[in-house]
């Protein structure tokens, strides 16, 4: 298939009615540059009827200069009981100055009547009045038409009324909204068909809701069917379910349809925008997300592996790296010889690695696996580990003796904790205060070896994470803690399992310095 397909992003406006998302000004300014350098061709920057920041998003994008996008304001037609001169809505959109707007109508009965309670001939003289008046004073006028594919199915005739009404009135294009996500990929087709063979020489939009698990499936069904224009969020944000996802529509329009809706070098952009704008959100990225999830290409199996490193196209429908994407190979019980080769190709560590060491590094893994750990991003404990078994490095660490002792202080508490350790056949002990155990633990620890090691002043610890896993003694639970070290230009992942919370911590942080030391030798 080749053809022109022109995307159309909604994040600023419908993307940020998704539950828990927000941006600022400022922030939504950030967004737009990173959309821009997708190379989508309109951005909605939000409705400016309707809130201050709306309002003020657009008086500052005026004065900033974008590349390949057009900010697009978003508004409804007039109200019922005001013209267009008189209308706050329409006047806003206006104030905008931008050179492209989107209006939302009514085109499904139900909605008329219920949500309006105003007359069908009066809802088609609220689009029309509304456009004919924004096309007068704007460049390209965009009809939203709200709920379409249920108000096609309950009355064709008015649905079809209130979008020939649209165009006659001068929208340059029609959107076509499945408003709440209820409709099928191949009721969309059909009805699609349907339009395209009646308003061939306008653009034809499709905006999909995910409600039913099928927004993007709807979409591309609309292409399909001749919709050159698809809208939807990154990351999929949005009301209830979210909108369709653009980082998989775009990625699917280029890479399976042959649409080249941005270039390939834009969609290399794909992955770094995805997660720069998850950043902005403040929501965690989906790791199982298509094309732009962090296991998008994560390899655990060992038979898969082996064959990927072969051929990726064995175990990979497109290559990683043309969304901006990278492989990972996984390490864990199910690994076979070929995850820990690619694994340590990938650490650069490979030298005076011999293949008994690699069975024997193997089997270490298996095992501690077995016992409750993971080896997926901790890359420094594996990197430690496989060190210690080819005799490259030897730990330094010996513990002694810890001691802990916390006691309530509202509204913190405070913990003490001593440590005895061995190095190089010098006992060590030092004590430290610390907010709760483990932080006490680390700075005890620290503290102990930072006069033989000044280097270590640089270590901090910058994240702390907790999973409780099943253990193999009854109803005794194990617990693994990963904590997230770095330095001033590095950070680094390792890991302890116990069945002490306290004691998985040590395991942690003692791998923690041992790999900072590790790297200093090296």
């Known amino acids: 298939m080749s053809k022109e397909v022109v995307i159309y992003d909604v994040t600023l406006r419908d993307g940020t009615q998704g539950e828990g998302i927000s941006f600022s000004v400022p922030d939504k300014i950030k967004v737009s540059h990173k959309i821009d350098e997708l190379g989508v061709k309109y951005i909605e920057g939000g409705w400016p009827g309707s809130n201050e920041r709306d309002e003020g998003f657009f008086n500052q994008a005026k004065n900033e200069k974008y590349t390949n996008s057009r900010i697009v304001a978003f508004g409804s037609t007039r109200r019922a009981k005001s013209s267009c001169d008189e209308d706050l809505n329409i006047q806003a959109l206006l104030r ?24 069908n001939n009066q809802n088609l003289e609220l689009i029309s009045d509304s456009i004919s008046y924004l096309s007068e004073r704007v460049e ?3 009809f939203d038409a709200e709920h379409f594919f249920d108000g096609y199915k309950a009355d064709s005739k008015f649905t079809l009324d209130c979008i020939n009404s649209a165009v006659e009135s001068g929208a340059k294009g029609i959107v076509l909204c499945d408003t709440n996500g209820g409709t099928t990929p191949w009721e969309i087709f059909k009805i699609v068909s349907e339009i395209k063979n009646t308003h061939s020489k306008i653009v034809l939009g499709i905006h999909t809701h995910n409600d039913s698990g099928l927004g993007v499936a709807n979409a591309l ?12 969020t990154i990351n999929g944000y949005g009301e209830r379910c979210g909108n369709a996802n653009l980082c998989t529509i775009i990625a699917n329009l280029k890479l399976k349809m042959g649409i080249d809706s941005v270039s390939d070098e834009q969609l290399e952009k794909l992955y770094e925008v995805s997660n720069f704008i998850s950043e902005m959100a403040n929501i965690s990225n989906d790791s199982k997300a298509p094309f732009i999830g962090r296991s998008a290409f994560a390899h655990k199996g060992g038979i898969h592996v082996s064959a990927i490193v072969k051929n990726n196209l064995t175990y990979e429908h497109v290559s990683p790296e043309k969304i901006g994407n990278s492989r990972r190979i996984l390490i864990s019980d199910l690994a076979g010889k070929s995850n820990i080769l690619y694994k340590l190709d990938e650490l650069k560590i490979t030298d005076g690695v011999s293949e008994e060491n690699i069975t024997e590094i193997l089997s270490r893994l298996k095992k501690l696996e077995n016992d409750g750990y993971e080896f997926e991003g901790v890359d420094a404990s594996f990197e430690l580990l496989v060190k210690t ?3 490259q490095y030897k730990p330094k660490i ?3 003796e810890t001691e802990i002792n916390t006691r309530q202080i509202v509204p913190s508490n405070e913990s003490s904790a001593r440590v005895i350790i061995r190095i190089d056949n010098e006992v060590i002990e030092n004590t430290a205060s610390g907010s709760g155990p483990v932080n006490a633990l680390d700075l005890a620890l620290r503290g102990a070896m930072v006069d033989k090691y000044p280097f270590l002043n640089e270590v901090v610890l910058t994240d702390y994470r907790v999973r409780v896993v099943g253990g193999n003694k009854g109803t005794e639970s194990l617990v693994r803690v990963i904590i997230e070290s770095s330095d001033k230009s590095s950070r680094w992942s390792t890991i302890g399992v116990s069945s002490d919370i306290v004691d998985a911590s040590w395991k942690a942080l003692i791998d923690s310095i041992e790999f900072k030391l590790m790297k200093i030798s090296s």
């Open 389 to 391: 078994i080819s005799k």
């Open 140 to 142: 390209e006028v965009f």
């Open 221 to 232: 069904a609309a292409v399909q069917a001749g919709a050159n224009q698809v809208q939807g």
């Open 398 to 400: 010996e513990l002694v």
């Open 96 to 119: 905008s100055e931008t050179s492209a707007v989107t209006i939302v109508g009514k085109t499904w009965d139900f909605h008329v009547s219920e949500a309006l309670r105003i007359s």
